[in-house]
């Protein structure tokens, strides 16, 4: 039995550690696909490799954001997905693997289908779907929180449905307002 202050001491310990760490509620693309025929909100998609640098750093520093986290978490179902791995996805009645997949392999594997079908072209990348499971586009590298708040909330509140050209892009870069 652990004494009262030795109790205390760790829980102040365990509270310093994780003070200012955010988690995204992560799930698989099924469970997200399930969700939202119950809820519909969008679907973003973290498309990573286990060999990607800039994916560990996306991980790290971007989704552990505060604010980052809590902004996915109320506005999109958040899914991670390896972009090599072997994990079957079924997708608009179609199902996706990767049957050149080698478990034996050590770093770069073979492109799962899905990610292909999503047209990813680099990792880590970022994906998103709308409320009907749509796809809407890809964000390829890694982002800062602040990089990545103008993508989270354009998608969130469909302002992408109005970006057609360059011009309105760039318009709408120079009026948006941060907040992370």
Same mark, same amino acid.
């Given at each position: 039995?652990m004494?009262?202050?030795? &109790?205390l001491l760790l829980?102040?310990?365990?509270?310093?550690? @994780?003070?200012?760490?955010?988690?995204?509620?992560w799930? +698989?693309?099924e469970?997200a696909?399930?969700?939202? +025929?119950?809820?519909? &909100? &969008?679907i973003i998609?973290?498309v #990573? @490799?286990?060999?990607?640098?800039?994916c560990k750093l996306?991980?790290r520093? @971007?989704f552990?954001?505060?604010?980052?986290?809590?902004f996915i978490?109320?506005?999109?179902?958040a899914v991670k =997905?390896?972009?090599?791995? +072997?994990?079957?996805?079924?997708?608009r009645?179609?199902? =996706?693997?990767?049957?050149?997949?080698?478990?034996n392999?050590k770093g770069?594997? +073979?492109?799962?289908e899905?990610?292909a079908?999503?047209?990813?072209?680099? #990792?880590?990348?970022?994906?998103? =779907?709308?409320?009907d499971?749509n796809?809407i586009q890809?964000?390829?590298g890694? &982002?800062?929180p602040?990089?990545?708040?103008i993508?989270?909330k354009m998608?969130?509140?469909d302002?992408?449905?109005?970006?057609t @050209?360059?011009e309105?892009?760039?318009?709408?870069?120079e009026?948006?307002?941060?907040?992370?």
């Open positions: 039995m004494n009262p202050m030795k &109790k829980l102040l310990m365990l509270s310093v550690i @994780t003070q200012g760490y955010a988690q995204i509620n799930m +698989s693309f469970d696909l399930a969700a939202q +025929s119950e809820n519909p &909100k &969008k998609v973290d #990573y @490799t286990n060999w990607c640098g800039p996306l991980d520093n @971007t552990q954001n505060e604010q980052v986290a809590a978490n109320e506005n999109y179902y =997905f390896n972009a090599e791995g +072997s994990k079957e996805i079924n997708y009645g179609q199902a =996706f693997t990767n049957p050149n997949f080698d478990p392999r770069r594997n +073979s492109q799962h899905f990610a079908a999503m047209n990813i072209r680099g #990792y880590p990348s970022i994906v998103f =779907f709308d409320e499971t796809f890809p964000v390829v890694y &982002k800062t602040r990089q990545l708040e993508y989270l998608i969130s509140n302002d992408y449905k109005e970006l @050209t360059a309105k892009w760039q318009e709408y870069q009026n948006f307002e941060y907040s992370f």
